[in-house]
């Protein structure tokens, strides 16, 4: 990890940390393994191989991890990594740093680059460090993808750049290569985040020199769709500004969700980031529009219920 950077013991639910490329290779391959094997089912004490499912095998665990139709593809986890770390080598970079996890039926990678060039300073020492979060599942209930996401130093808060920047999904089905397939990906993803840093260094200027008043905190944070609960978390957490900044706003919101949802998923916390994302690329007239609008729409229910 960087030098003089203290890192959490976990990140939006990761916790195995990693400081160098043969650390993250070793983490890969210890993921667990996974084979397909037949399906048999109990007709009336007779048992018969069903010809359209197959079993997904944990070998680590020695249990069954899902039946899927026979269309479906297995991606093992390995599989879908270690594209990642090659390419990583191939390109010189193997100064990165990140966590992964891996419960069995799934498993995450996220890779932070420390060349200065995929960081982003927003201001003398507050930098944001890009990286790429990968991800797959063996049970059929995630694709197998990866995103380019932000990590501000001085406060650990994660950003994700979907709706900013471009995200890959591999689905599970189809025949051609994932290794070839998501090695290609991540060619391009790594070649192009020194272009990407250059985006979200625009977005982010933005909306630092936009400054937005208490009076209209509530209808952003209703604006991205966050639950309420949430919200009213997040408006106490702010009650005491009368005014911050666009980029403010959102730190406040990305802070909440990566430190304060203890028992949230990755991929719940995840969604709620990119709902964050909503801050950065809307403005502040078009918030207040939506709440109008929200209101009008309560109105015309409680007279139809009359």
Not at 17 to 30: A, C, G, H, M, P
Not at 283 to 298: C, L, P, V, Y
């Amino acid at each position: 990890m960087q030098d003089g950077i203290r890192f959490p013991k976990s990140l939006l639910g990761l916790t195995e940390q990693f400081s160098d490329i043969k650390s993250l290779e070793t983490q890969v391959l210890n993921f667990h393994k996974h084979s397909e094997k037949n399906v048999f089912v109990n007709l009336n004490g007779d048992f018969s191989q069903a010809e359209n499912f197959k079993g997904i095998y944990n070998e680590t665990t020695q249990k069954v991890d899902g039946i899927l139709t026979q269309r479906y593809k297995l991606i093992r986890h390995t599989d879908a990594m270690i594209p990642l770390v090659d390419m990583l080598r191939q390109l010189g970079l193997t100064e990165v740093s990140g966590y992964t996890f891996c419960n069995g039926k799934r498993a995450y990678a996220m890779v932070w680059f420390e060349d200065t060039s995929r960081q982003i300073e927003v201001k003398k020492g507050d930098i944001i460090k890009l990286g790429i979060l990968v991800s797959n599942s063996v049970d059929g209930t995630l694709a197998m993808w990866g995103q380019v996401m932000g990590l501000r130093l001085i406060c650990m808060n994660g950003m994700v750049t979907e709706n900013l920047i471009k995200s890959f999904n591999k689905i599970h089905l189809g025949e051609g290569s994932i290794t070839e397939e998501a090695g290609a990906f991540f060619k391009d993803l790594i070649i192009n985040i020194t272009q990407h840093s250059e985006i979200l260094r625009d977005i982010i200027g933005r909306n630092i020199g936009e400054m937005i008043n208490s009076k209209i905190y509530d209808e952003i944070l209703n604006g991205i769709n966050l639950p309420e609960k949430h919200i009213k978390a997040i408006l106490e957490n702010l009650k005491e500004f009368d005014s911050v900044s666009k980029w403010d706003l959102y730190n406040h919101v990305t802070e909440y969700i990566t430190h304060q949802l203890a028992r949230g998923s990755l991929e719940r916390r995840l969604t709620m980031l990119k709902f964050a994302n909503k801050i950065l690329i809307t403005d502040a007239d078009t918030f207040i529009e939506m709440s109008r609008q929200r209101e009008t729409s309560k109105k015309g229910e409680t007279v139809k219920i009359k």
